[in-house]
């Protein structure tokens, strides 16, 4: 069982930036973000792969947002850049065994608490 502790969510106007950062208790093969608006479903932001590194985006946030791993501290980041209020969401941190594992919350084990990301307009 991996721990995930997310930190860096707040408050920020429309065209900001924020940079929420991951620390995990162990290492794992996929780790990634996903975010879930009040009233909606979990949806995937961006995930990196430990081996090989490939990142992948939503369409949502792809140019916008960048994810980064540190595996030597098994640190999760997300730099967010150019947020809008639709951006506005609980960002959970997550990790998974499965080498396979991409877009889908269930294919994930481990979870963090989540942080508060809030844009205004």
């Known amino acids: 069982q991996v721990q995930l502790v997310e930190s860096g969510g707040g408050l920020v106007q429309a065209g900001g930036s924020l940079r929420l950062s991951c620390a995990a208790s162990g290492r794992s093969y996929v780790m990634a973000w996903f975010r879930q608006a009040p009233g909606k479903e979990r949806e995937f932001v961006a995930l990196?792969?430990?081996?090989?590194?490939?990142?992948y985006y939503a369409d949502s946030v792809k140019g916008r947002f960048t994810i980064s791993r540190d595996n030597a501290k098994n640190i999760l980041y997300l730099q967010m850049n150019s947020l809008t209020p639709d951006d506005t969401a609980v960002y959970y941190c997550?990790?998974?065994?499965?080498?396979?594992?991409?877009?889908?919350?269930?294919?994930?084990?481990?979870w963090g608490q989540g942080t508060q990301v809030t844009v205004s307009s």
């Open positions: 997550a990790a998974s065994t499965q080498l396979s594992a991409t877009v889908h919350p269930f294919q994930y084990d481990n």
């Open positions: 990196a792969r430990r081996n090989g590194g490939s990142i």
